[in-house]
Nanobody, 118 residues
Framework: QLQIEESGGGLVQPGGSLRLSCTVPGFTSNNCGVTWFRQAEGQQREWVSN???????GYAASVKGRFTISKDKTRDTVYLQMNSLKPEDTAMYHC????????????WGQGTQVTVSS
């Protein structure tokens, strides 16, 4: 099983930026895609962005143009650069792998909290 660890969250003012990291040793060699989700308090988990093994990307309409997903293969890390943050971006952010074989059914990490507030 692959281990997932998220980091990089924090408290930021509206309009500010944060870069989240999702480190999953082995996800590159196993050709996994990675998805970022978020869950605000009292809300359902929602899809934010994904990065497929072939490099294709997807973004939710609510973050498109503000968030950018990328990866560093040498570090087995996927980043979510979040700019122009809004209070409605406040949530716990999680990442998860997808694909085949070891990319599936990995335990969720602890997530990283993003709070956008003045």
């Amino acid at each position: 099983q692959l281990q997932i660890e998220e980091s990089g969250g924090g408290l930021v003012q509206p309009g500010g930026s944060l870069r989240l990291s999702c480190t999953v040793p082995g996800f590159t060699s196993n050709n996994c895609g990675v998805t970022w989700f978020r869950q605000a308090e009292g809300q359902q988990r929602e899809w934010v962005s994904n990065l497929a093994a072939d490099g294709s990307q997807g973004y939710a309409a609510s973050v498109k143009g503000r968030f950018t997903i990328s990866k560093d293969k040498t570090r087995d890390t996927v980043y979510l650069q979040m700019n122009s943050l809004k209070p409605e971006d406040t949530a716990m952010y999680h990442c998860q792998t997808y694909g085949t074989g070891r990319c599936l059914h990995n335990d969720w990490g602890q997530g990283t909290q993003v709070t956008v507030s003045s």
